[in-house]
């Protein structure tokens, strides 16, 4: 019997051989049937999971300090794809124990995995296996046969099997074993924490020992399980219910833990809260007091259960005026994500007329865009309202109230992030005609391409990518987002970013919703989701949002209107410098191309008056120019110095329209006269000549002390002007340039008035009078009236001559 055993068994140990080595060799092939799906696996960092390989294998399970329960499974498996969501669950439901407990996977699908699953004798997926504290290099783990696809249950029996440990114990566990009423009296004698919590259970229960390891990173507390079976603690406290919570004090003295539920959840938050009661490693809640010395601004004393509009308003800001300009070119991907997001904006953002009319201006500005990228200049411009859209301005500047810190970098941005679309997806489901995925696209377009923290965008990409197809009413989409907000708080619980005076919690608190919360028939923690839904739409309603420390609107509007006027007046200014530089380098202008100037209204002054009627920009936009030639002084020091040249000032707009007006009615004057060809041959003759004085506005007062000989340009002398003329050739051109400089608007007043006054007089005969002498008039006259009788005369012999040769017709 015992050779035919010893045969049996070593045939059995070969067919075993055998099977593995075939199940090797099948899944070396199907991993090279499957190369896309073994890339890819089925857990990523945003799930608190340890991802192993062949350069961490040896680290984390190998002499390690803290057990680890590790999967293996095959990314191409249907089981393990299914049991993967339960095991992300267990990920974060004991992600509080990590000190003594880490959970790991490895996919043994890759190919640079399949030597590890072979080490460690892998034959089927999905398996567990749990690997104590200080494993040798040759423990090929404690397996998991038969393990429900329970996170209660698989949360037992990682209990079970820390308790099953022996030595060396893992340092970082607590015990677990229960406490005795000795222990207990002797307890303070040698601690010194603050409080000592006290879970009354029968022996079956695993109340106590989960709430152990939960405060397992927090300091001040200690947590000890009694049974039932201590009769004397029992009567001693007057316990009478199994399982609940006592706080026991170093005087004896001990009080009732007041929760919802006797369940671990509720313990184990409300022992996290006690006062004093600190996450190890992290510093102490700041009090108030020093909480509005550490920020840089005054502290604002703020409600907690209601949603301001202040940290809606700072977080537009931050986003279309910090964050978007990180790029300065926006296209592709990144415009149509744009686009959706202002668009999201100006359909549901329950916000301040202003604030809706310039994302209204803003939507319809993006959507009138052809290209396929834009400028993130030519956007800033659009959210600065630089073409002064009436009634419409995003503050400037952050403005921090439910979501300040108490320390300058906590919480801000990230928390008006969040408040923003969850006040978007409420005002969604609220419409209830909208596309129940709306909001959530947007955001999760927006957070990948412009959210500044990529490992934060990183981590909402996996959840979006891994279950928001599931959303499909307008009610989902509020949960949804809800649920991810949990999920990421509870992912960061813990770490340096957290504000200690603000930690992560799992939000409503049962204080906050008392009625979100329940328990399951299994004992364990759940949501009530129409109790939540319910809560959910109550404080992110738009009729909630509390409008205090805000800036007054009129002040935002004043405020972008000086700003826009600066900004104006500095370009003007630069733009007039620039032009002067211009004219120095090109001194010399013909008369022809200044005549051409002065018929095109170009000048910024009058094109500033023309944009903006009205108010008080007109008055002091005619200041501008003098202002920069007062700024100046070297660079029309240097253009008076230039000989034959004297600086050309500008006809205003009127008198340029009138004296267009007139040189085109001078193009249809006779030109085969010989007085106007005589005219036209000397001025030209004069333009040509170095000694021709160019166009100037000074009046005929001014000019009076030069000997001129004046064309006969009518239109020039009735506006008080003087056209192209000959200088006396005894004057020096120097002197000439040294006349007095008159201000443009004087300038342009008397012009205009002049004009006026030439217009009254009659504007007909001005008109008729362009070119002519009083002798090209009469010969006018005398030839019009030979003309006429000329043509009577004719008239009268030719009617004359058919009289004498009609035919007269004789009757029969």
């Excluded at 992300?88 to 890759?110: F, G, M, S, T, Y």
């Excluded at 001129?708 to 192209?724: K, N, Q, V, W």
């Amino acid at each position: 019997m015992a050779r035919r055993s010893g045969r049996a068994t070593s045939r059995f140990i070969k067919l075993q051989e055998m099977n593995l080595r075939m199940i090797a060799a099948l899944f070396f092939f199907v991993c090279l049937a499957f190369p896309p799906a073994a890339e890819a696996g089925l857990y990523t960092a945003s799930d608190q999971i340890v991802l192993l390989s062949q350069q961490n294998v040896g680290s984390v399970l190998v002499n390690s300090s803290a057990a680890t329960v590790v999967e293996f499974y095959a990314s191409w498996c249907g089981h393990c794809i299914s049991f993967s969501p339960i095991y992300k669950k267990l990920a974060r439901d004991i992600k509080e124990w990590k000190p003594a407990v880490n959970i790991a996977a490895v996919d043994c699908a890759a190919d640079e995995n399949i030597q590890i699953c072979m080490n460690y004798k892998i034959s089927g997926y999905p398996t567990i296996k749990f690997f104590h504290a200080y494993s040798t290099a040759d423990s090929a783990g404690v397996p998991y046969r038969g393990f429900s696809r329970d996170v209660r249950n698989l949360r037992q029996r990682i209990i079970d099997s820390l308790e099953s440990h022996g030595e060396p114990w893992p340092p970082a566990c607590p015990p677990l074993e229960p406490t005795s009423e000795t222990e207990i009296n002797n307890f303070f004698e040698t601690n010194t924490v603050q409080h000592l919590a006290l879970i009354f259970e029968d022996a079956k229960s695993y109340i106590g020992r989960e709430v152990i390891l939960d405060l397992l990173q927090f300091e001040n507390v200690t947590v000890r399980r009694v049974l039932n079976t201590e009769s004397g603690l029992v009567a001693k406290l007057g316990v009478t219910e199994f399982p609940s919570c006592y706080l026991y004090y170093p005087d004896g003295n001990f009080t009732r833990l007041r929760v919802n539920f006797e369940a671990r959840a509720f313990y184990s938050y409300a022992l996290q809260r006690l006062p004093g009661v600190i996450r190890s490693g992290k510093p102490p809640p700041v009090t108030m007091e020093l909480v509005k010395n550490s920020t840089q601004e005054p502290w604002r004393p703020f409600d907690r259960s209601r949603v301001y509009m202040a940290d809606l308003e700072s977080a537009l800001h931050h986003s279309l005026r910090v964050e978007l300009a990180v790029q300065s070119v926006i296209k592709g991907d990144s415009m149509i994500a744009l686009k959706s997001y202002i668009s999201v904006l100006a359909k549901y953002f329950p916000g301040r007329p202003v604030v809706m009319n310039l994302l209204k201006s803003l939507n319809s500005w993006l959507k009138n865009q052809t290209v396929d990228q834009i400028s993130y200049k030519a956007f800033k411009e659009n959210v600065d309202n630089t073409a002064q859209v009436p009634d419409a301005a995003l503050p400037e500047g952050v403005r921090w109230v439910g979501c300040q810190g108490s320390q300058p970098h906590f919480r801000g941005y990230p928390c008006g992030v969040w408040t923003l679309f969850h006040v978007l997806t409420v005002q969604a489901s609220n419409t209830g005609d909208s596309d129940p995925q709306e909001v959530l696209t947007a955001m999760r377009n927006y957070i990948h391409s412009f959210f500044g923290c990529r490992y934060c965008a990183d981590h909402f990409e996996n959840m979006a990518r891994e279950s928001l197809e599931v959303v499909n009413t307008l009610p989902s989409s509020v949960l949804w987002l809800w649920s991810r907000h949990n999920r990421v708080n509870n992912r960061i619980a813990g770490d340096l970013s957290e504000d200690p005076y603000f930690p992560k919690i799992q939000w409503p608190s049962p204080e906050v919703c008392p009625s979100c919360h329940m328990l399951k028939d299994n004992g364990e923690h759940g949501w009530n989701e129409n109790q939540v839904l319910t809560f959910l739409g109550s404080y992110f309603s738009s009729s909630r949002i509390l409008l205090d420390y805000l800036e007054d609107e009129n002040k935002i509007l004043k405020k972008q209107t000086e700003k826009h006027s600066h900004k104006l007046e500095d370009s003007l200014a630069q733009k007039h410098i620039e032009r002067i530089a211009r004219e120095a380098l090109d001194p010399i202008t013909t008369p022809v191309e200044e005549e051409e100037e002065e018929e095109e209204p170009q000048d910024e002054t009058e094109a500033y008056e023309e944009d903006n009627e009205g108010g008080e920009d007109k008055l002091a936009a005619s200041d501008i120019k003098d202002k920069a030639f007062e700024q100046t002084p070297r660079t029309n020091a240097k253009l008076e110095e230039v000989p034959g040249h004297q600086q050309a000032h500008k006809i205003p707009s009127i008198i340029g329209m009138r004296l267009k007006q007139r040189r085109q009615q001078e193009d249809i004057v006779d030109l085969d006269s010989f007085v106007n060809q005589h005219f036209k041959a000397k001025a030209l003759q004069l333009a040509a000549s170095s000694r021709v004085k160019q166009r100037t506005l000074q009046t005929k007062v001014e000019q009076e002390h030069r000997q001129e000989l004046s064309l006969g340009m009518e239109l020039d002398a009735g506006l008080g002007m003087i056209g192209l003329q000959p200088i006396d050739t005894d004057l020096d051109l120097n002197s000439i340039y040294q006349g007095k400089r008159l201000k443009k608007r004087e300038l342009a007043g008397q012009y205009i008035g002049k004009g006026v006054e030439l217009f009254q007089r009659g504007h007909w005969i001005s008109v008729l009078s362009i070119g002519f002498s009083n002798v090209d008039i009469s010969l006018c006259v005398i030839l019009y009236a030979v003309s006429f009788t000329c043509l009577v005369a004719m008239y009268i012999f030719f009617r004359n001559r058919f009289r004498r040769r009609r035919v007269k017709i004789a009757l029969p």
